[in-house]
C-alpha cells in the first residue's frame, strides 16, 4: 500500500507548523449567536430546522498541508461549529454539565507498604479524551469533572527513545527519578514506554465508520464536526483500503459497504449528507458494524471500527455494563475499536470509555477540527494500527530503596497481580508510536528498616534493606498483533524486564520530566486529590512554562494557558 503524505506520528518527522498567537479562550457571545443561528437554520421567530450536512451548509475542510498560520490545538482554535450552549452563563452550563453529562471516577489508590505490597500491576492506556474533555470544560468557565491524570499526561508527547529497526521488541522502556515537585520528601519516578513508529502491515484498512446520527446529535458542535473530521481521516486513504459506513439512530443503516479509500468524493458526499434525528439505537449499531468488519477482513491487514458518538445511548443495551457485554463478544474477532466523543451537556464519557477499554481500542474526544486532525492526521499511525496487543506493566518496588508508594492515575487500569501472567486478561493495545507514561511517587526508606518476609518469587524479597541499590524493577508483558495461539486457544505473551538502578534519580531531570510532572500535578489539584500536598497552580505552569522544548504544535504553550484558564475557575 502506498503510504498517504501525512501517516506519520507526530514525533515521526512530520512537518511542524506555525502556531499563531494565543487567541481569547471563549467566543464572543455575539458571534457565537450569530453562527449558530446561522448554521442550524433557525428561523426568524429561533425555532430550529432539521441539522443537515451538506456541502452548502459546511466549506470542505483544508485537507492539503496546513499554512503556517493555520492554528492546531483545541484552546487556541474556537470550536468549528460552536454550539449554542456555549452562549449561555457558567452557571448554567456548569448546571447542565452536572446534570446531564456522565463521568465514572475511580477512587484513588492510597500509598502501599513495600513490604507487604512490592507489586503494582496496571494495563497500559493510550486514551487521550480526558485532556480534551478538561480543556473543554475549562475554556467554558467550568470546573472539570471526569478527570483521569494518565490521560493527561499521555496527551503530549515526549521524547522517548524509540526502538531500533528490527529490534526484538516493539517497544523501549525509559525511567528518570527525581524530587517530587510537589513534596520534597518524596521521590517522583517516571516510567515511558515508546512504541516504535513502523507500521505492522502493508496489506490495507478494513475500516467501518460507525456514526451516531440520532437527535441527540442535533447540533453544529457534532454531526457537522464529526463528518469534517471524518474527511480530514478519509483524506489519508488510498485504493488499497476499503471503507464502510454504518450510522445508527432508532435503527441502524449501511451507507457504504467496503468502498475503496481512493473514492475520497464519494465518501465525503455520503458524510456531509447525513442527517440528525431519532433516538440512539448504539448496540445494534454496534453489531452491524462489526458484521461488515468481520465481512469485509483482511487478512493481515488493520480491521477497525471507529464509532463516534456524545455516547447517549437510549435504545437497546445501553449501561456501560451492557455494552462492554456486547463488546466483549466482538473484540476476539481480530476487529479493534476506536471511540471518537463529540459534543457537550450530554456527553456520556463513562460509556465511551468502557466501550473502549473493553473493545480493544482507544478513546478521544473531538471538541474541534483542529483535535480531529490531531487523533485522525497527525497521529494517524497510532490511531489505526496496533503495534503491542494487551500491554501490561507489572512494577516491583524494592525494600532497600522504598518503604511506599502511590502510582498516580490509572485508577480503573488497575489489575491484580496474577493477572500480569495470566494471558486471558485483557488489557491496553498501543499503536505506532504511541508512548504510555506512568508517575509513581515514592517515599524512601529507611536505612535502619527491617528485613521484609521472604519470597522466593520476588528478586528483592530476600536483600536486607539497605543492600540494593535499585529502585525497582518495570516488568512489561504484551502480545503481537495476530500472534500465534496457545492450546487454550489465547495468544502467547513475551514478557521483558527493564531495571530501574540507582543511577536512575537526578537532580536536573530532563525537560520531558518536568513538564509532564506539571500536567500531572495539576490533574492532582483538579481531582481535589488527597495526596496532592504542596501541589500549586504557580508551581504547574512555572515548571511547565520552563520546559516547553521545540514544541512544534504549541500544543505544550497551550497547557501554559490552560493553566490560567484554570486558576479563572476559583
Known amino acids: 500500500m502506498t503510504p498517504a503524505p501525512d501517516r506519520t506520528h507526530r514525533t515521526a518527522g512530520a512537518r511542524p507548523r506555525a502556531v499563531p498567537p494565543t487567541v481569547p479562550l471563549m467566543v464572543p457571545l455575539a458571534a457565537a449567536l450569530t453562527v449558530v443561528l446561522a448554521?442550524?437554520?433557525?428561523?426568524?421567530?429561533?425555532?430550529?430546522?432539521?441539522?443537515?450536512?451538506?456541502?452548502?451548509?459546511?466549506?470542505?475542510p483544508a485537507l492539503e498541508a496546513p499554512s503556517d498560520t493555520e492554528a492546531l490545538s483545541g484552546a487556541e482554535a474556537a470550536p468549528l461549529l460552536p454550539g449554542p450552549a456555549q452562549t449561555g452563563p457558567a452557571t448554567d452550563q456548569r448546571q447542565l454539565i452536572e446534570e446531564q453529562e456522565e463521568y465514572d471516577d475511580s477512587p484513588e489508590t492510597p500509598f502501599q507498604d513495600v513490604a507487604t505490597s512490592p507489586l503494582s500491576t496496571f494495563s497500559a492506556d493510550v486514551d487521550t479524551a480526558s485532556y480534551s474533555n478538561l480543556r473543554r470544560q475549562v475554556n467554558q468557565g467550568v470546573a472539570p469533572e471526569g478527570v483521569r491524570i494518565e490521560e493527561l499526561v499521555n496527551y503530549f508527547d515526549y521524547d522517548y527513545p524509540a526502538p531500533d529497526a528490527g529490534a526484538e521488541h516493539?517497544?523501549?522502556?525509559?525511567?528518570?527519578?527525581?524530587?517530587a515537585p510537589w513534596n520534597p520528601e518524596h521521590q517522583l519516578a517516571m516510567v515511558g514506554v515508546q512504541a516504535t513508529e513502523a507500521i505492522p502491515t502493508s496489506e490495507g484498512n478494513n475500516i467501518v465508520f460507525l456514526l451516531d446520527v440520532s437527535g441527540s446529535m442535533d447540533e453544529p458542535n457534532k454531526l457537522p464536526l464529526l463528518a469534517e473530521s471524518f474527511a480530514l481521516l478519509v483524506e489519508q486513504l488510498d485504493e488499497d483500503d476499503r471503507v464502510s459506513i454504518v450510522t445508527y439512530a432508532g435503527d441502524n443503516q449501511v451507507v457504504a459497504d467496503s468502498v475503496p479509500g481512493s473514492e475520497h468524493g464519494v465518501l465525503v458526499d455520503h458524510l456531509r449528507s447525513l442527517r440528525a434525528g431519532g433516538s440512539t439505537g448504539g448496540a445494534a449499531g454496534l453489531r452491524t458494524a462489526y458484521e461488515l468488519a468481520e465481512k469485509n477482513f483482511v487478512e493481515g491487514g488493520n480491521n477497525r471500527v471507529i464509532l463516534a458518538t456524545d455516547g447517549d445511548f437510549n435504545v437497546g443495551p445501553s449501561t456501560p455494563e451492557e455494552l462492554t457485554e456486547l463488546i466483549e463478544t466482538e473484540r476476539e474477532s481480530g476487529v479493534y475499536l476506536s471511540v471518537l466523543g463529540f459534543g457537550m451537556y450530554n456527553l456520556k464519557d463513562n460509556t465511551m470509555e468502557a466501550i473502549a477499554d473493553h473493545g480493544n481500542g482507544n478513546y478521544a474526544y473531538i471538541d474541534t477540527l483542529a483535535e480531529a486532525r490531531k487523533v485522525l492526521v497527525d497521529e494517524y499511525g497510532s490511531t489505526m494500527f496496533v503495534v503491542a496487543k494487551d500491554l501490561k506493566l507489572q512494577v516491583e518496588l524494592n525494600p532497600a530503596a522504598v518503604a511506599s508508594y502511590r502510582l498516580i492515575g490509572y485508577d480503573n487500569r488497575r489489575l491484580e497481580d496474577e493477572d500480569f501472567d495470566d494471558d486471558t486478561k485483557d488489557a491496553g493495545d498501543v499503536g505506532a508510536g504511541h508512548s504510555v507514561t506512568a508517575f509513581y511517587e515514592l517515599v524512601p526508606a529507611d536505612a535502619d528498616g527491617d528485613d521484609t518476609s521472604d519470597d522466593g518469587e520476588l528478586k528483592y524479597s530476600d536483600r536486607e534493606v539497605g543492600t540494593s541499590d535499585d529502585f525497582m524493577t518495570v516488568h512489561v508483558r504484551y502480545k503481537e498483533p495476530g500472534g500465534n495461539e496457545t492450546t487454550t486457544g489465547t495468544a502467547a505473551s513475551t514478557e521483558v524486564e527493564f531495571p530501574v538502578g540507582a543511577d536512575a534519580f537526578t537532580t536536573t531531570p530532563t525537560a520531558d520530566f518536568a513538564f509532564a510532572s506539571a500536567v500531572a500535578e495539576l490533574g492532582l489539584i483538579a481531582t481535589g486529590s488527597e495526596y496532592k500536598a504542596g501541589a500549586n497552580l504557580d508551581a504547574v505552569q512555572e515548571r511547565a512554562a520552563g520546559a516547553l522544548g521545540e514544541d512544534p504544535y504549541g500544543l505544550r504553550a497551550e497547557f501554559v494557558d490552560l493553566v490560567d484558564a484554570y486558576r479563572g475557575l476559583a
Open 39 to 60: 448554521l442550524t437554520g433557525c428561523t426568524a421567530q429561533g425555532e430550529p430546522s432539521e441539522t443537515t450536512v451538506d456541502s452548502a451548509e459546511l466549506p470542505a
Open 170 to 179: 516493539p517497544f523501549s522502556v525509559s525511567t528518570q527519578v527525581a524530587r
